[in-house]
C-alpha cells in the first residue's frame, strides 16, 4: 500500500487487503496504538473472522 487511505471504510478495506496478502507491516501501521499487538505474524494462513462497523462519522 502506496497511498494513505482517505476515509475509515478505505482504511478498513486496505486491511483487509493487507491480511490477505499477508503484509503485516501496512495491518501494523494502521492498527490503533492503543490496543496494537507489538508484532503480527500473518504466516500459516490466519482466517479474517469479520468486521462490524459500530459506528462512523463522516
Do not use: Y
Amino acid at each position: 500500500m502506496t497511498a494513505e487511505p482517505e476515509t475509515a471504510e478505505k482504511v478498513m478495506r486496505s486491511r483487509s487487503e493487507a491480511f490477505h496478502d499477508g503484509d503485516a507491516t501496512w495491518s501494523l501501521r494502521t492498527w490503533h496504538l492503543s490496543p496494537g499487538p507489538a508484532r503480527l505474524e500473518l504466516k500459516d494462513d490466519p482466517r479474517w473472522r469479520g468486521l462490524q462497523i459500530v459506528a462512523a462519522e463522516l
